[in-house]
């Protein structure tokens, strides 16, 4: 195995790693599963896997990785740094992807390692088109080659937006989990189409293309906010008031606020549950 000082080390191939690991499509890069099962998977998409007992007669103290990628559960994490801390050097960059675990908590992991960057991407990373959040350690310091890999990363990525530590469980419920909630709502629009006579394979291209064509119509400039889109599409006694006005009255807008208040307050309390002095 060739590691040199500009390999990237991916740690962890669950569903948002492997994502991860598609997009990444370097020579450079390594993946370290720390579960034997996720090596076959490794192989599967390509990558070339890391294991510390086939390092060839390298010394951890020569494998210098010039970013270390985090992509396993929380509750795996200490045992994670445990097993990485050989191969973690003052100018490695951490970069972790773990839902509730704040950047205090990831440097306490890693004896007070002080270069770690905190991002939160989603499942659209599959397509590049994720909304991935980032925050850095006030006292990281990267080099302008690590910058480079770094925000070359979030590119690939998808949309990144520079977010202060402390809205991490905001943007988790809204961006993280809001794929989620807004293929729910996709599920019942295709659900009522086929209920009303449509197939499934007419409804549910159709109300993609529908959420696509609203989302870039409200991009434009045509529109500045939501309620002027509805405003546009609304006729006096028409069919879409006539829709709205059952949505208005069943509690919609209170079930979505409801929705992201119950997730904000579950990341907060897994960031609580590991938050560290």
């Known amino acids: 195995?060739?590691?040199?000082?500009?390999?990237?080390?991916?740690?962890?191939?669950?569903?948002?790693?492997?994502?991860?690991?598609?997009?990444?499509?370097?020579?450079?890069?390594?993946?370290?599963?720390?579960?034997?099962?996720?090596e076959k998977k490794a192989t599967v998409l390509g990558k070339k896997v890391f294991n510390p007992s086939r390092l060839d007669g390298?010394?951890?103290?020569?494998?210098?990785?010039?970013?270390?990628?985090?992509?396993?559960?929380?509750?795996?994490c200490e045992q994670l740094a445990i097993n990485l801390s050989p191969y973690v050097h003052e100018s490695t960059l951490i970069v972790s992807c773990i839902a509730g675990l704040t950047i205090q908590t990831l440097?306490?992991?890693?004896?007070?390692?002080?270069?770690?960057?905190?991002?939160?991407?989603?499942?659209?990373?599959?397509?590049?088109?994720s909304n991935t959040a980032y925050s850095l350690h006030p006292q990281a310091c990267m080099s302008v080659e690590q910058q480079a890999c770094f925000f070359n990363m979030l590119k690939?990525?998808?949309?990144?937006?520079?977010?202060?530590?402390?809205?991490?469980?905001?943007?988790?419920?809204?961006?993280?989990?809001?794929?989620?909630?807004?293929?729910?709502?996709?599920?019942?629009?295709?659900k009522s189409a086929v209920q009303e006579g449509f197939s499934y394979d007419l409804a549910y291209p159709l109300i993609l293309d529908c959420m696509q064509s609203t989302a870039s119509t409200l991009?434009?400039?045509?529109?500045?906010?939501?309620q002027?889109?509805?405003?546009?599409?609304?006729?006096?006694?028409?069919?879409?008031?006539?829709?709205?006005?059952?949505?208005?009255?069943?509690?919609?807008?209170?079930?979505?606020?409801?929705?992201?208040?119950?997730?904000v307050k579950k990341s907060h309390s897994i960031t609580q549950n590991y938050l560290r002095e």
Request: charged letters at 15%; hydrophobic letters at 40%.
């Open 1 to 38: 195995m060739s590691l040199n000082k500009d390999t990237v080390l991916l740690a962890g191939l669950g569903n948002l790693g492997s994502k991860i690991a598609q997009v990444l499509n370097q020579d450079t890069l390594r993946v370290f599963t720390p579960q034997k099962r996720y």
């Open 58 to 76: 390298n010394p951890a103290s020569d494998f210098k990785p010039k970013i270390i990628i985090l992509c396993v559960k929380p509750p795996s």
């Open 107 to 129: 440097s306490s992991y890693f004896g007070g390692h002080i270069n770690i960057a905190r991002i939160m991407p989603n499942l659209a990373v599959a397509v590049q088109k």
């Open 156 to 190: 690939k990525m998808g949309i990144s937006y520079a977010i202060p530590e402390h809205l991490f469980d905001i943007f988790t419920a809204i961006a993280g989990s809001g794929i989620a909630y807004i293929a729910t709502f996709i599920d019942a629009l295709v």
């Open 219 to 226: 991009q434009s400039s045509t529109f500045d906010s939501t």
């Open 228 to 263: 002027k889109l509805c405003d546009a599409v609304s006729s006096p006694g028409g069919v879409t008031l006539e829709g709205l006005r059952i949505l208005r009255s069943s509690d919609f807008q209170k079930n979505i606020f409801d929705t992201i208040d119950a997730s």
